[in-house]
């Protein structure tokens, strides 16, 4: 069934039209909600710090999570001391705030949150209340002065310096619907209002293109080296699986595709049988030590961007680092 739907949402709506209704009042929920914050109705809450949102305007990963890190990195060179927060999606914190470690368990805090904490080197917090998290994080870390706010493009309550918007240059708005019947979460003329990020060679020549550099890959046990091999069964539980197993082609390997939803809690029964060697994604990987066969391997990315990109990330945050100075 899901499989279907994402044919739909990528393709021709077909079926998907009889749930009209719903998307409409979607749309309806979406416009009201976008005129409370803007109109002042509900408030919104400044920060003493800049904020940087990463988000994206449908449903499903298009790259973030590697775009968040390079800002970090990137951010930590300039002289600066981010933090991250995150709603930090399928974790069991509910309520109040969790600043997520790296030895933490990813089903309390979730897989993209843990992967952003142990790359990262800055202080993650994770939660539902955006403004309660960043305050809760500041309050902890005083030497943060730039906050990067994770799939945060949705979370009006929190003023914003700069929203990036990351889409997948292969697929774009899809059939260009609102939720159900098509990916989007807002509608797709909003585009004109961020900092637009296309991922992958399919980027127009006139916006930000980023592409992912895979590394060697790196095994899940230490006692248990990767040994290359050509053939491999690949596993990726993320927004775009074919992505991954193209980049692999790509690197010579002869692939046996395991697809699993984005987020995928993964079991003993998820690697049963195989006869190959796993390499799997790094967000697949911190689930997935313990349950993987030995010998089993997950391959790093790295993001990459223009220079343009950059100047433009630290032409917003100069000028709002002076207006919260003042």
Not at 4 to 12: D, E, H, N, P, S
Not at 255 to 262: G, I
């Amino acid at each position: 069934m899901r499989d279907a739907i994402l044919r739909r949402w990528y393709g021709q709506p077909g079926w998907l039209r009889i749930l009209w209704p719903l998307e409409l009042i979607f749309i309806g929920v979406v416009r009201w909600r976008r005129m409370a914050y803007e109109r002042g109705w509900i408030k919104r809450i400044k920060l003493p710090v800049p904020v940087i949102v990463v988000g994206n305007l449908s449903v499903g990963g298009n790259g973030k999570t590697p775009l968040v890190l390079a800002l970090a990195e990137h951010l930590q060179a300039a002289g600066w001391h981010p933090g991250i927060i995150s709603r930090g999606y399928g974790s069991a914190v509910r309520s109040g705030y969790h600043e997520v470690k790296p030895e933490d368990d990813p089903v309390r805090v979730g897989d993209e949150p843990l992967l952003l904490a142990r790359r990262s080197a800055v202080p993650v917090y994770i939660g539902p209340d955006r403004p309660q998290v960043a305050k809760a994080l500041l309050q902890a870390h005083p030497l943060v002065n730039v906050l990067i706010s994770d799939d945060g493009l949705q979370h009006y309550a929190l003023d914003r310096d700069l929203d990036i918007v990351v889409m997948d240059a292969q697929r774009r708005l899809g059939n260009g619907h609102l939720l159900p019947v098509g990916p989007l979460r807002e509608p797709g003329y909003r585009l004109r209002e961020f900092c637009v990020i296309y991922h992958g060679d399919e980027a127009p020549l006139h916006e930000f293109r980023m592409q992912l550099q895979s590394l060697a890959p790196v095994s899940l046990d230490e006692q248990y080296p990767w040994s290359a091999r050509l053939k491999v069964a690949a596993f990726a539980g993320i927004g775009n699986p074919q992505r991954f197993f193209a980049g692999l082609r790509a690197q010579g390997y002869d692939v046996e595709e395991h697809a699993r939803p984005d987020h995928h809690r993964y079991s003993a029964e998820d690697f049963a049988g195989l006869q190959l060697p796993v390499l799997m994604t790094e967000k697949d990987a911190v689930k997935c030590k313990g349950l993987a066969p030995a010998g089993s391997a997950f391959v790093p990315v790295v993001a990459m961007l223009p220079l343009a990109f950059w100047h433009h990330v630290e032409e917003v945050l100069n000028a709002g680092g002076k207006q919260h100075a003042r």
